[in-house]
């Protein structure tokens, strides 16, 4: 199993930038894709998650009307659309497939598989 994220960079606040999350080595369209975020001396906190057929999203409270979550299963890719950025989203992040179960996919602990991370700083 391996998960690619990209796309991080830095960005002023107010702009957007869009992450991937590229997928081998299962079968992709099975499972939920979860996207987290980790920004220094703090703990993992969730961001967004996607179902398996892309119908049901998850959002953190605190990217709610921002940030938007897709996938592409013909391309094994989940993206996440990140606008109005603010410098308190600046962490980096993570892409993450739960393999046992479809449940919690606001924990972290649900998740089997993780990419490397991709860093996201919104400063001006």
């Known amino acids: 199993v391996q998960l690619q994220a990209s796309g991080g960079g830095l960005v002023q606040p107010g702009g957007s930038l869009r992450l991937s999350c590229a997928a081998s080595?299962?079968?992709?369209?099975?499972?939920?894709i979860g996207w987290f975020r980790q920004a220094p001396g703090k703990e993992r906190e969730f961001v967004l998650a996607?179902?398996?057929?892309?119908?049901?999203?998850y959002y953190a409270d605190s990217v709610k009307g921002r940030f938007t979550i897709s996938r592409d299963n013909a391309k094994n890719t989940v993206y996440l659309q990140m606008n109005s950025l603010k410098p308190e989203d600046t962490a980096v992040y993570y892409c993450?497939?739960?393999?046992?179960?479809?449940?919690?996919?606001?924990?972290?602990?649900?998740?089997?598989?993780w990419g490397q991370g991709t860093q996201v700083t919104v400063s001006s």
């Open positions: 993450a497939v739960p393999v046992r179960s479809g449940s919690f996919l606001h924990m972290p602990s649900s998740y089997d598989y």
């Open positions: 080595g299962f079968t992709f369209d099975d499972y939920a």
């Open positions: 996607i179902s398996r057929d892309g119908i049901g999203t």
